[in-house]
């Protein structure tokens, strides 16, 4: 397993290179006079010519990535060009939001998702499984950014139960250690914090794992489906097994492992789904910080933090891979 991992973080390499190659590619096509787009348009020709020489503006393409890919192999994100700050810093500052709503995001869609694909499996074609199949098929064409300005509408604008935007409210104090604030609040036994970050996640995360939990709770039926179908299932069941064993020792295990694959794939997805959700609800997030850096022309920003959300993709990718023999020893890594 030792080489497999290696050969794996190996062909990070080559991946993060590509990412590289393309997203540096794809800014400089972006329409528009970045020194300007920074500067405002009163600014005049010699401010302009200041900022493009700063910026390394006025050098051929491949002498531009040449210079960020050094900086790169250095350790060094750069500076941003808006904030004149550290991108590391920033990034790191952000990160944390992002994580801890994407892992929220993707729990609750896990749990949700599964255990309905498993009930609407184990009672086929009952009135569970055609409303909950339904409610997958309208989660999975739902955009996050009309399901989010519903949800702000109605728990936020007219019930007035949960917050509409940010991490936590103004008038709570939370010393910080981890910056995931639902870690923090727990560490520091401070229960007021707790509650009050839990509802700030509350929206964004049930918006960003609505897609999530849809695709799950449709994949694991279909796997379910297709493996009480098999012989020892109908031996379980002939030996008198309880009902919950059956399903969830025999049938589940053997049927995660697609689902497993499903899981592994949303989770990188929800990286990128985190952009509207953190601009609709002001989470202050590394996707609303893209966001804003790809209005403000922050070419540094903008290379720097796909980047980073790509290799994230593919450490994800590969531990999934290293869950299957979990569910099924059966599986060899040469």
Request: proline share 4%; hydrophobic share 55%; no cysteine.
């Amino acid at each position: 397993m030792f080489s497999y991992i290696i050969k794996r973080i190996l062909m990070l390499i080559p991946v993060l290179i590509g990412v590289s190659i393309l997203t540096f590619s794809l800014i400089h096509l972006i329409p528009g006079d970045p020194a300007k787009s920074m500067l405002g348009e009163k600014a005049n020709e010699a401010q302009l010519e200041a900022l493009r020489a700063e910026m390394g503006l006025n050098d051929p393409l491949y002498s531009q990535y040449g210079t960020y890919v050094a900086k790169i192999l250095q350790g060094d994100l750069g500076e941003s060009v808006q904030s004149k700050e550290s991108i590391a810093t920033e990034v790191a500052d952000r990160l944390p939001a992002t994580i801890e709503l994407a892992l929220f995001a993707m729990v609750l869609a896990i749990i949700v998702g599964v255990l309905a694909g498993v009930i609407a499996a184990v009672k086929q074609y009952s009135w569970f499984d055609n409303i909950s199949m339904t409610g997958a098929l309208f989660g999975v064409s739902m955009p996050i950014f009309w399901l989010g300005l519903m949800m702000i509408w109605l728990f936020s604008v007219q019930l007035n139960i949960l917050p509409a935007s940010g991490r936590l409210s103004n008038d709570i104090q939370l010393g910080l250690i981890t910056n995931f604030y639902l870690i923090d609040s727990i560490l520091t036994l401070n229960w007021p914090a707790f509650k009050d970050a839990f509802l700030h996640l509350l929206m964004p995360g049930i918006a960003l794992g609505t897609i999530p939990m849809a695709i799950i709770a449709r994949m694991t039926r279909s796997s379910m489906l297709e493996v009480m179908k098999q012989d020892y299932i109908r031996t379980a069941n002939a030996k008198g097994l309880a009902s919950y064993l059956v399903i969830f020792q025999h049938a589940l295990k053997n049927a995660f492992l697609p689902v497993l694959t499903v899981i592994g794939l949303q989770f990188g997805l929800l990286l990128g789904g985190a952009v509207l959700t953190e601009t609709i609800f002001s989470w202050p997030g590394i996707g609303r910080y893209v966001l804003n850096a790809v209005l403000g022309r922050d070419y540094p920003v903008v290379q720097s933090t796909i980047l980073i959300i790509a290799a994230i993709f593919v450490i994800v990718n590969l531990v999934t891979d290293l869950l299957y023999k979990f569910f099924d020893p059966r599986i060899k890594y040469d």
